[in-house]
């Protein structure tokens, strides 16, 4: 087990390393580096100064290495825009954005993964046809639209709920979220169940196919033949089961969430840091661009590395034998 | 004795179009689904000569016709079913021209993707090797990411406009075509046909070309309708932030786009009608891309 | 001797998108307390459906549609799935095919065995379901019972897997055991093991045990009485000595002529001639016709019906031996 998860922290560092070659690259050689990291209106002095300052004159194996370096130390450039340094503009807006994410992820879980058992343990019914339809619609209606749709009815139309920005915080045990008052609830609720919709439907495909799967398995008639109430058959022998692709696909889509964000917090001017991101691309503010991406780039990999190990520990098959 | 062989009768199987059809048609809802389709299609290829008017025709388009809500009439006589929106353009025209700009992006760029992932996924199973490791590796990194994100990196790095957006869209969909033409591609190659190729002496590229490629199109034709959808949303997605096509280009997502700063004033029309067709578009097509994935999955066969 | 389990003219037919498939179709046969009882018969024979259709476990298409399942004298066909749940398990217990498949792979041995406990003793201490599956689990030859608990089933082979599942079957003291050919999936060593424990126990317990495969070798080994299927049909039953020593029934006949035996060394095997018909579109008459060198112009018309015999033995066949009935 330890070294399981020894030898896939190494192979994230791998793809962190690859990765930061790749924006380092995409930056420095594709694009003029003085055109992405300079103020687009400084003079020739300050050009100048810079230039030397991130050592642009030097070879370019000696800049990657200043590029990491300064990664390292969390010096990622200065915003043109709001001449602080990029990472602290991150920073300072991913709370907004995790707290959007993990709402969004625990709706699309919450909902979808009964309503997928349930199509799949009845496909044929009437309201299971309902949920695919339902899942299908999901799946193809582009978020933005769906966000302006939902604004439009709940906000404009009924005046239910409040359509942009962020509510009320309060902390509860050193967590700062909105989801802790009602006004920051209230405000939450439109892009989370924005952002989930599209997640609901494929953890509802997904876990359909997984009980239209497990149900046919022997296990399964086994343990109906053991006399076992319906009910713990499909909360225990069937769920547990279809948990393990359920959990890894979840834990991936976290990440595709977060990067679905920039589309939902644009939308309903979130203050997250994919709205920063858009409009920093917006405004040709690339070091905060740069910023993002590796930070993004950190997330995915670290995210990837949770699941591998979660996926370890709930299936037994892959925990005892140590390796896969 | 056989008595039963002779009372049995055989329906010979239908083969090719005729097979297909019987297949596809056994699903009404994807039947109707490709009616919709062809019609936005052909709405979409000539938009010049079924829409109302040229929305885009400067003199045409009076400033003080805008807004005017779905079923208004103009001083001039113009019925405007959809309404007009913020620049006093008719709806109904501008949602054809957009219908046309999308599809064209997205089957444009959908067409580009297929041929380079299909070549570098072909190619990666029959040759293996190193070859074969690196590409999936860039793959599988790849396809972990999400695609709003490789297009908002692409777009970042090379600014925006049409080719940037084209090329933004295969860049983000080839790894698709190139990991399902790899899967298939590599259970086909070792079947009898491909061996018997090999021992015609026939070329590499003529084996992967006219023997391997033809066998593994099935597949591909699901991946390229379920993703040539997601194209058309990613590209409505990034023209309505405002980073994909320009203005000269109006596409559903910029006219969705457009329609959004009015809508808290309570014109919905500008955003919502093409936000249906766009949807519309997308459905179909997935509709129909779920019933071919459906009829070529052997698991799912009788 | 009171039958626990008497079967009547069972009917259990899978309506299915190409037709309705009769795969049984008016089987009657009855256990005795203790018994063992052998159901021998080509895969696709219905064999195994009139295991499921006994414990209520015919999945969708499938329907019993007539005939009464008797057990202990209350009709099992007509209890709700409900009711149903508190013999399954409990007073019929079934073991499956393959070993390998049937235990749920993300829980432990102990989950298993004392959920099959506690959800037909509601008082009973988990602590008590896990002494009690313990000394199961040692009962069917399992050593350090009580590490093995704590193991989930990749851990085990094949065999031990399929004596976990015998000592789930048994935790409970069923009265009867339906047992869906529990060693094919064997090694021909461990098969033998198997069988020879498993009608040890049951002999030892009083524990009735319906057998079900199609290898009439190890029926012959294990079983008081059998029945042998053909396309849904029972198309013989009687004591394991006198089908052995005296097969009336054509199929039963080629059943015998195809396994090998020491008796008829160097001879070649005899084998049934053509193949299994088509359960969906079964010929007008005896389904067997086919393959049967007795078959005549009554049997493509007329299907036979059961002729008893002594013994309580049966024959569905019209070329029963003149005299033989009774």
Redesign the interface.
């Known amino acids: 087990m330890t070294a399981f998860i020894l030898r896939r922290s190494l192979q994230s560092i791998v793809?962190l390393f690859?990765?930061s070659l790749i924006v380092f690259v995409?930056?420095n050689l594709?694009?003029d580096p003085v055109d992405m990291l300079i103020n687009p209106e400084a003079d020739q002095a300050e050009i100048d100064r810079v230039i030397r300052d991130l050592g642009l004159d030097r070879p370019v194996s000696e800049q990657y290495w200043y590029f990491v370096l300064n990664a390292f130390q969390g010096d990622l450039g200065r915003s043109f825009i709001f001449g602080e340094p990029a990472l602290k503009l991150i920073v300072q807006r991913m709370p907004a954005t995790m707290e959007l994410a993990l709402v969004s992820l625990l709706m699309a879980v919450v909902f979808g993964i009964p309503l997928g058992i349930y199509a799949g343990l009845k496909p044929t019914s009437k309201i299971s046809k309902t949920i695919m339809a339902g899942s299908?619609?999901g799946?193809?209606?582009?978020?933005?639209?769906v966000g302006?749709?939902l604004?439009?009815f709940f906000s404009?139309h009924l005046g239910w709920l409040p359509s942009t920005g962020r509510g009320d915080v309060d902390t509860f045990f050193g967590v700062t979220s909105s989801v802790f008052t009602l006004d920051g609830l209230s405000h939450i609720f439109l892009p989370a169940f924005n952002l989930a919709l599209f997640k609901l439907s494929s953890v509802i495909r997904l876990a359909r196919a997984g009980t239209r799967e497990v149900i046919l398995?022997?296990?399964i008639?086994?343990?109906?033949?053991?006399?076992?109430?319906?009910s713990?058959v499909v909360r225990?022998?069937l769920l547990?089961?279809i948990m393990?692709p359920v959990i890894t696909i979840i834990g991936?889509e976290f990440?595709?969430l977060i990067?679905?964000s920039?589309?939902t917090e644009?939308?309903f001017a979130w203050p997250g840091m994919g709205k920063l991101?858009?409009d920093s691309?917006?405004n040709l503010d690339?070091p905060v661009?740069v910023a993002y991406?590796m930070i993004?780039v950190v997330i995915?990999v670290m995210l990837?590395l949770i699941v591998d190990i979660l996926y370890s520990v709930?299936?037994?098959?892959v925990r005892?034998k140590g390796v896969s | 004795m056989g008595a039963s062989a002779n009372k049995q009768s055989f329906d010979l199987p239908a083969t090719g179009l005729r097979k297909f059809w019987l297949d596809f048609s056994e699903s009404p809802t994807a039947v109707i689904a490709l009616f919709v389709f062809l019609t936005i299609l052909f709405i979409a290829i000539f938009a010049p000569w079924v829409s109302p008017s040229n929305p885009y025709d400067l003199t045409s388009v009076d400033i003080m016709n805008s807004r005017l809500p779905p079923g208004s009439e103009d001083f001039s006589g113009n019925f405007y079913i959809l309404g007009t929106d913020g620049a006093g353009r008719d709806m109904l025209s501008a949602i054809f021209y957009g219908l046309r700009v999308s599809l064209g992006v997205g089957a444009l760029s959908g067409l580009v993707a297929l041929i380079l992932g299909a070549s570098i996924g072909l190619s990666a199973a029959y040759f293996g090797g190193r070859f074969e490791t690196i590409m999936m590796r860039i793959v599988d990194i790849q396809l972990s990411f999400p695609s709003i994100l490789m297009a908002l990196i692409i777009l970042a790095a090379f600014g925006k406009g049409v080719e940037k957006t084209i090329i933004a869209l295969i860049l983000v969909q080839w790894a698709y075509y190139a990991r399902a033409a790899r899967a298939s591609a590599l259970v086909e190659k070792n079947k009898e046909y491909v061996e018997a190729a090999h021992c015609l002496a026939l070329g590499d590229r003529r084996i992967i070309l006219s023997h391997i490629a033809p066998n593994c199109m099935a597949p591909l034709i699901v991946v390229g309708t379920l993703q040539t959808a997601h194209a058309i949303s990613l590209e409505a997605t990034l023209s309505f932030l405002g980073l994909g096509l320009p203005i000269t280009e109006p596409s559903l997502g910029l006219l969705i786009g457009n329609g959004f700063e009015y809508m808290y004033s309570g014109d919905f029309w500008i955003s919502i009608f093409p936000g249906v067709a766009l949807l519309i578009t997308i459905v179909s097509i997935n509709l129909v891309g779920d019933q071919l994935r459906d009829m070529f999955n052997p698991r799912l066969q009788k | 001797m009171d039958p626990i389990l008497k079967i009547n003219n069972l009917q259990t037919h899978f309506f299915t998108k190409a037709g309705i498939l009769k795969a049984v179709d008016g089987v009657s046969f009855e256990i005795g307390a203790g018994e063992i009882v052998g159901l021998v018969g080509e895969s696709g024979s219905g064999k195994s459906i009139t295991g499921f259709s006994v414990m209520g476990l015919v999945d969708p298409p499938g329907k019993i549609i007539d005939g009464s399942i008797n057990f202990k004298g209350q009709d099992l066909s007509a209890l709700s799935n409900n009711q149903m749940q508190g013999f399954r398990g409990n007073r019929i217990a079934m073991i499956f095919q393959d070993p390998m498949m049937t235990l749920n792979p993300v829980l432990r041995i102990e989950t298993q065995m004392i959920e099959a406990i506690q959800a037909h003793d509601g008082s009973i201490s988990r602590e008590d379901a896990r002494i009690r599956s313990r000394d199961t689990l040692g009962l069917v030859g399992i050593s350090s019972p009580d590490e093995r608990l704590r193991a989930y089933p990749h851990q085990f082979s094949g065999g031990m897997r399929q004596r976990v599942s015998i000592a789930i079957a048994m935790l409970n003291r069923p009265d009867l055991i339906i047992a869906d050919e529990p060693t094919t999936a064997l090694d021909v060593t461990i098969q033998g093991q198997v069988i020879s424990e498993m009608q040890k126990l049951c002999r030892e317990t009083q524990t009735a045990l319906l057998w079900i495969t199609h290898d009439l070798a190890v029926v012959a080994g294990i079983a008081d009485r059998v029945c042998v299927m053909y396309a849904g049909r029972i198309v013989e039953q009687g004591s394991v000595a006198n089908i052995i020593a005296n097969p009336m029934h054509p199929y039963t006949q080629g059943l015998m002529g195809s396994v090998p035996s020491q008796n008829r060394r160097g001879k070649p095997l005899q084998q049934i001639n053509g193949m299994v018909p088509s359960m969906l579109n079964l010929p007008a008459g005896c389904a067997f016709q086919n393959r049967c060198n007795h078959a005549n112009e009554k049997c493509s018309k007329i299907q036979p019906d059961i002729t008893q015999l002594a013994d309580r033995r049966q024959v569905r066949c019209f070329n029963v031996p003149a005299g033989q009935q009774v």
């Open positions: 793809v690859i990765m995409g930056v594709v694009g299908i619609l799946f193809s209606m582009p978020t933005f639209w302006i749709i604004i439009m404009v398995q022997d296990y008639k086994f343990a109906r033949a053991k006399g076992l109430a319906e713990r225990i022998h547990k089961n393990i991936l990440g595709s990067a679905f920039t589309v644009t939308v991101i858009i691309i917006y690339r661009v991406l993004i995915f990837n709930l299936d037994p098959r005892i």
